[in-house]
């Protein structure tokens, strides 16, 4: 079955100590999406690619970048995690249309920071 | 940006009964979507809705553009439509997530 995939589902790492989360899809999907979620909250995105086009939302932090390799894969990496990016991150996938279209989540990747 | 708002915040139901969820938005939106959260995290693609009228077994949706809201209704809950119910929508490319309904059923 066409899916999101993401590893590990769970992460946990030391305050300041970098961390890289990876998402990959087999749906052929021209859009991929990161999101946070913290507890009892709602998703907020962080950033997207369309292709290569790199969009990042006005307040991502800088501590937050992203990686696309290649249609198949997308890369979050924290650089310097605070206690405060405890959360779950969840990728998403869209097809052409971007916007326009479904979308399609993985099951997550809960971070802890200790 | 735009704004998003769901009613109720959180909902508690018998098995069997019916429930109407409510989604407000401030502007047009080109994308309007209905997820269910299950307690695991995983966000369940319900309907992708912009406008009109959709169902799908015991769910079905309604999104009336023109007045910036649209409507879930789950008839005969089951224990197993516990979550947390968000709609979310999009000009551009920008999806925004509503705060979310949180739904109980119980046996």
């Known amino acids: 079955d066409a899916m999101v995939i993401q590893n590990p589902r769970y992460q946990v790492t030391q305050f300041g100590k970098p961390v890289t989360l990876s998402c990959s899809q087999t749906l052929n999907h021209n859009v991929m999406y990161w999101y946070q979620q913290k507890s009892s909250q709602a998703p907020k995105l962080l950033f997207h690619y369309y292709d290569k086009d790199f969009n990042n939302e006005a307040d991502t932090p800088d501590n937050f970048q992203s990686r696309r390799p290649n249609t198949s894969f997308c890369f979050l990496d924290i650089r310097s995690p605070g206690l405060g990016d405890a959360a779950m991150y969840l990728c998403a996938t869209s097809g052409r249309g971007g916007a326009l279209e479904t979308q399609y989540f993985g099951p997550g990747t809960r971070l802890l920071v200790l | ?107």
Do not use: M
């Open chain 2, 1 to 107: 940006g735009i704004q998003v708002e769901q009613s109720p915040p959180d909902l508690i139901l018998q098995e069997g009964a019916n429930s109407t969820l409510r989604c407000n938005f401030s502007d047009s939106v080109n994308n309007l979507q209905w997820f269910h959260q299950n307690p695991w995290g995983q966000l369940i693609n319900l309907f992708y809705i912009p406008s009109g009228t959709k169902q799908n077994g015991r769910l079905s949706a309604t999104t009336v553009a023109t007045e910036r809201y649209s409507l879930l209704y789950i008839s005969s809950s089951q224990t197993t439509d516990s979550g947390v119910y968000f709609c979310a929508v999009s000009r551009g490319q920008n999806f925004v997530f509503g705060p979310g309904t949180r739904l109980s059923v119980l046996p």
